[in-house]
């Protein structure tokens, strides 16, 4: 017999507590544990159980809301008065209490999760962080890594009252090779930041985001972050050259190196990118970087279906090839939806799909002729029905705006339920069309955006408001169909706290396995954001 | 009524670009730097290509005075609807010293040359801000003007102007031929679409010498020195009233 946590309510207000006995559960996570809440309603003992047979954790219908629910406490200490002082002392001034501050580090972007932690910890040096994770080591205090606060799947926040640490002090650039393109900088450098003081010196960022002006590329590459440019310079597993880390016992691991071959022995940065905070704490980077292209030229087209919308892209890769930066598309409904809530103009005549393709070379009269001899051809050829081209930086911005801002859109359109999937390309918008035909009237707008070209859908539904029915209906169908087809369930968000407990939908179990072995190993004690990334049973 | 509109388009440094100052101070860096048409000119084209739209008038021809990039200005205004394009040579010294009144006569030139009943410009160019070139254009041709227009409205040989002025708005009614400046608020200039761009390749550009109009190029003015604007210099945050009251007499406010 299964007992069901019960859900957290959606103000965070109660969390009804956990009793689990499972057939696979280990007896350790069958523990009671009194959960404080944020509105001060004295804590609850055990309340409430519910009995649903079936096997926890794979798949069985039943039991698949148990997926997203969220996971018992585990038996951490709790700040006590002598810890406090203990922070007090070793970061004066920058050892938060205060609710009102701590209440917005609490809370994810899409305020979506809100976890109850009273503490907020804001070193400035890598000394700092292996200070304060080695107290917490010792202490058995749980430690929530944080950045700039903008991920997706509820990683960036605690879930209990595991202690902030954050990033934010820490924003020094370290230094910047100008002929090797080398840059080295601490964790907490705001990526917009950084990519303003390479433009200066006629170099950019690798990577490019929309949360470019918030987040920090400690978390850009703590979750392996893709976005706009992954096509043209590939994703930071490429781009990183050299990490520094803190691990949970607080030792200090330096593989700072700013060389682009190092064959070395195991690469052991790999294991931190895209580690999800849960196996060391990244506090400095150091990443090769593109030389800032002399032309770059955006091309925003309108095509009547899907099909040619690859055929498009097909032409592209051909034609355009070695300046083509960024390939990105979004349909109809996100274009009404932009429409209608940002009051955004529809540069060209409506279609059922729009492509942005940029291109970013070194030559402004050979760019120019190559783009045009693509917009002719796929004119030509019927591929694409209408188009606008931009070379000037304000209507470029204006062409990226309406790409970059569908996210915006969305939460003006209500709840949304955000999924980010990996396709085998032709089936990308097959997701899409489904999901709306099997959904019919419980969803309000069923949408597709993303980066096509890299084979990535971000599928967003909305609802009027938050829908338990409507998630029950979505999760898991979306997370099957894309095992069936071998997609991935989370392309470039990460699991966090919302997918960890899919992941057998994208991984093997002794790949998961594995992992665990590796999160033991290096956080035997599980301080480091916990609850997060590995599934809770499997 | 088969009128012709004359519109200027000026290519300037693109408005998202940050300026420096040549190291010698006789201008700013132009050389490897964004370039695109001036926003009121961009706005005139789309006024002009609006009114072909509704068959108020029969050609729209793009003038721009520059060297040979100037020819990119104009093709942008026949990928925007412009019909035929007409590009004044200036270049070197005498691209330099080029200002409104050496403009405004070339213009004034065309506008006869071309049979014109309308010249539609920008009201001012986003790197001298001079806001000259309409005022001095209808000048010389002794033609009405109708400047700062936020609304323009074709009333059978008559156009009927409404002006942003500091008050508010003015009525004036033009009797053709006329000269229109634009303001901000007479349209939002459509994106030009691939049909439109395919197209202009196609269109015709004439290039005309300014000694071909009689125009004598010869300026009156010298520019002396082009200097940064101070630098800001940073506030001083105080805790107190008290302390706001000391500082101020300190720096002899008070």
Known sequence: ?538 | MSARVLVGVKRVIDYAVKIRVKPDNTGVVTDGVKHSMNPFCEIAVEEAVKLKEKKLIKEVVAVSCGPQQAQETIRTALAMGADRGIHVEVSGKDYDNLGPLQVSKILAALAKKEETSLIILGKQAIDDDCNQTGQMTAALLDWPQGTFASEVVLEGDKVKVIREIDGGLETVRLKMPAVITADLRLNTPRYATLPNIMKAKKKKIDVVKPGELGVDLTSHLEVLRVDEPPQRQAGMKVETVEELISRLKEAGRM
């Open chain 1, 1 to 538: 017999a299964v007992l069901h946590v019960v859900d957290r309510f959606d103000d965070g207000s109660l969390c009804l507590v956990v009793l689990q006995l499972c057939l696979q559960c280990s007896p350790a996570v069958a523990m009671l544990d009194r959960v404080p809440s944020a509105l001060g309603v004295p804590p609850l003992g055990l309340v409430a159980l519910r009995l649903s047979r079936g096997i926890h954790g794979r798949g069985d219908q039943t039991n698949h809301a148990a997926g997203n629910r969220v996971p018992c406490r585990f038996p951490f200490s709790r700040v006590s008065k002598q810890d406090l002082a203990f922070f007090e002392n070793l970061l004066p001034g920058r050892t938060i209490v205060d609710p009102d501050v701590l209440m917005t580090h609490n809370v994810d972007w899409m305020k979506s999760v809100r976890g109850s932690s009273e503490l907020l910890l804001r070193p400035q040096t890598t000394e700092e962080v292996s200070k304060i994770l080695k107290y917490c080591c010792e202490r058995r205090l749980a430690v929530n890594p944080q950045g700039g606060n903008t991920g997706l799947v509820g990683g960036s926040v605690p879930v209990y009252d595991e202690i902030i640490l954050s990033t934010s002090l820490m924003n020094q650039i370290l230094s910047f090779d100008q002929v090797s393109g080398i840059i080295t900088c601490q964790a907490g450098c705001v990526l917009e930041n950084l990519s303003n003081y390479l433009e200066e010196r006629d170099f950019i960022m690798p990577l490019d985001l929309g949360a470019k002006g918030s987040c920090q590329i400690g978390g850009n590459v703590a979750t392996n972050a893709g976005g706009l440019r992954l096509l043209r310079y590939g994703s930071l597993r490429g781009t990183v050259l050299g990490l520094e880390v803190v691990l949970a016992s607080g030792k200090i691991l330096n593989f700072l190196t700013a060389l682009r071959k190092d064959n070395t022995g195991y690469d052991l940065k790999q294991l931190f990118i895209g580690s999800e905070g849960t196996l060391g704490i990244i506090t400095a980077v150091s990443i090769l970087c593109p030389r800032r292209p002399r032309a770059v030229n955006v091309a925003f087209l309108g095509c009547s279906s899907y099909k040619k919308l690859l055929e498009t892209f097909q032409c592209c890769r051909g034609m355009l090839g070695e300046i083509l930066s960024a390939f990105e598309f979004l349909d109809s409904a996100c274009m009404k939806l932009l429409e209608k809530h940002l009051k955004l103009i529809n540069p060209i005549a409506e279609n059922s799909f729009y492509i942005v393709i940029e291109t970013a070379g070194s030559n402004a009269d050979h760019d120019k002729e190559k783009l045009h001899n693509f917009l002719e051809a796929v004119m030509a050829s019927f591929l694409v029905t209408d188009g606008t081209v931009a070379t000037e930086d304000a209507k470029i911005k204006a062409l990226w705006s309406i790409r970059e801002r569908v996210t915006e859109a969305l939460t003006h359109d209500g709840y949304t339920y955000k999924y980010d999937i990996s396709l085998p390309l032709e089936k990308i918008y097959q997701l899409v069309e489904d999901m709306r035909e099997y959904l019919g009237d419980k969803a309000k707008n069923v949408v597709g955006y993303g980066h096509v070209g890299d084979g990535n859908l971000h599928l967003n539904i909305t609802s009027h408001s938050k829908d338990q029915a409507l998630q029950e209906a979505i999760e898991p169908y979306v997370y099957e169909w894309t095992a069936r087809y071998r997609g991935s369930i989370s392309a470039e968000h990460g699991l966090g706290l919302k997918k960890r407990n899919y992941i057998h939908f994208s991984k093997h179990p002794e790949a998961v396995a594995l992992m665990k072995d590796i999160k033991h190993m290096l956080d035997p004690h599980r301080i480091l954001n916990p609850y997060k990334t590995l599934p809770d049973q499997g």
